[in-house]
């Protein structure tokens, strides 16, 4: 037997083989496959702005002014003015001097890290990081050096142990955690980061659009984004469209512009996306109350499960239920499912061994009933 078929047997024998699931439509919060509709607790459109009518409006037009590709890269003759124009913006919202735009959050995180970091470098990065991170991080060439998840005191330790035989180092931290929706004690590793010389890096994927008063992160809501070099995020989760940015000063703009090979090797983003990308941000901007409904209903959300006795983490709008044992995941989420809720299990190794977990994402295509009858549902399943 090959590699390949020996990897893919042994992935089917521990239930862990990765398999697509073709749908027939989203939309409105509900996922259309074979003929039935499910309530859709597994989409990182947070806001529900993918389906707003302005966001459509807007992508409608710009794909009638130019067509449905950049047909370039930026550095080429890709680099349409309506792409400046979302850079200003997302640099105004993020209180940064300047900002730019990527195609994706991986290519981003990818991009960015390996550019500004090399062999005699040193990156300290929490462990549950995202794989684009990590993969950035390897990339780069740098040291990698895992402290434990939201644990600035491990992270001192190491410090403490490396920081000196490295010229330059940063920190690197999610806002908020995908797969575990908590956040990290920001605050303290600013304090951390300026104590050591170090640079800061955060990835506000799933905080974007939603946290701080403006709408515009955690770092926001913790007055920090002077304290933050590089301030990641992406268009593709609350901002209900695709692609991603980095939000830092005007010369690490020019020097990624220069440098980013993730940036420089690849066509820009559609016309269409940058103009949704665009509407999205001021969308926010202009009412940046959703972000705070959103969370009121997460809490509710997380007060029933643990009033019916579940065991819940984080302080978001992701809520893990941590079943633990991958095939009893798998079970729950199957018979979710069967009742017509549209749920992820995760397993490892997008997680730890032994930290299975249904992945529950709350949305403002939800409400409270919505809530209360799946928390009911679950608890008539058991597991
Ligand atoms: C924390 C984090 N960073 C980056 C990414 C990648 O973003 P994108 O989906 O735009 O590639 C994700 C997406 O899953 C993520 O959760």
Avoid at 31 to 59: V, W
Avoid at 69 to 92: F, P, Q, T, W, Y
Avoid at 163 to 181: H, P
Avoid at 245 to 267: H, P
Wanted: aromatic share 8%; hydrophobic share 40%.
């Amino acid at each position: 037997m090959g590699e390949i078929e020996l990897f893919l047997k042994k992935r089917s024998e521990g239930g862990l083989l990765r398999m697509l699931r073709p749908i027939a439509g989203r939309k409105d919060g509900r996922i259309r496959s074979k003929e039935r509709e499910y309530l859709d607790f597994s989409s990182n459109d947070y806001l529900a702005l993918a389906g707003h009518p302005m966001m459509a409006a807007s992508a409608r037009q710009a794909l009638d002014a130019f067509g449905t590709s950049a047909s370039a890269s930026r550095l080429m003759s890709g680099d349409l003015d309506i792409c400046h124009r979302l850079e200003e913006k997302v640099a105004h919202f993020k209180n940064k001097e300047a900002a730019l735009v990527f195609n994706s959050g991986y290519q981003a995180n990818v991009g960015i890290i390996s550019a500004l970091y090399s062999r005699s470098d040193c990156i300290f990065s929490d462990r549950l990081n995202h794989a684009s991170i990590l993969d950035g991080i390897k990339l780069s060439g740098a040291e990698l050096v895992r402290f434990n998840h939201n644990d600035p005191e491990h992270l001192k330790f190491l410090l403490e142990s490396h920081r000196q035989k490295f010229k330059k180092a940063l920190i690197i931290t999610e806002t908020v955690f995908s797969m575990d929706g908590d956040r990290p004690p920001l605050k303290e590793l600013v304090s951390l980061k300026e104590r050591y010389d170090c640079e800061f890096m955060v990835d506000e994927a799933h905080a974007t659009g939603i946290f701080g008063p403006g709408g515009s992160g955690v770092v926001e809501e913790e007055g920090l984004s002077a304290q933050v070099d590089f301030i990641m995020g992406t268009f593709g989760k609350a901002l209900g469209s695709f692609g991603a940015y980095l939000a830092s000063s005007k010369n690490i703009v020019e020097y990624l512009v220069n440098t980013c090979r993730g940036f420089i090797y690849s066509t820009a983003l559609p016309p269409s996306t940058i103009a949704a990308n665009i509407t999205a941000v001021e969308l926010i901007q202009k009412d940046p109350s959703r972000g705070k409904i959103l969370l009121e209903l997460a809490s509710c959300f997380r007060g029933a499960l643990t009033s019916s006795g579940f065991t819940v983490k984080g302080a978001s709008q992701i809520v893990p239920l941590v079943i633990g044992d991958a095939a009893k995941t798998m079970a729950l989420a199957d018979a979710l499912q069967e009742r017509g809720y549209w749920v992820l299990p995760v397993r490892p190794p997008t997680v730890p061994q032994g930290q299975a977990r249904l992945r529950f994402s709350v949305t403002l295509h939800h409400n409270e009933d919505m809530l209360r009858s799946l928390v009911d549902d679950i608890a008539k399943i058991g597991f």
